[in-house]
């Protein structure tokens, strides 16, 4: 069983989560994943779960939604990095302290 979103129809302000077909989730996803948006991809179950646990406003779960991505975009670019830099190998902060 899949969560989606769904606005109350009377006040926009306020987030509603609302059952819905697995296919329609895989929609979703499908489109996220086509427009770049993995990060999301990857969340969007915990965080529906939590914008109805929470009672998150629609805005609120976007922002978070959003915030998954920036994230998940910010931790590849970092990745991505220490690859091309070829470091003999891998430091932390607490090796150099020793």
């Known amino acids: ?9 009377n006040r926009l302000s306020h987030f509603r989560p609302t059952l819905v077909l ?3 989730m895989h929609q979703l996803e499908n489109k996220m994943r086509m427009i770049k ?3 999301m991809v990857e ?3 915990m965080r529906l779960s939590q914008a109805q646990k929470e ?3 629609f805005t609120q779960f976007l922002e978070v939604l959003l915030e998954d991505e920036v ?3 910010a931790n590849k ?11 003999e ?3 932390t902060l607490e090796a150099f302290v020793k």
């Open 1 to 9: 069983m899949s969560i989606t979103l769904g606005l109350d129809s």
């Open 55 to 57: 009672g998150l406003t």
């Open 22 to 24: 697995l296919a329609d």
């Open 77 to 87: 670019k970092l990745a991505s990095r220490i690859i091309r830099a070829r470091f």
């Open 89 to 91: 190998e891998e430091k």
């Open 71 to 73: 994230q998940h975009r």
């Open 37 to 39: 948006l993995s990060g």
């Open 43 to 45: 969340t969007l179950d």
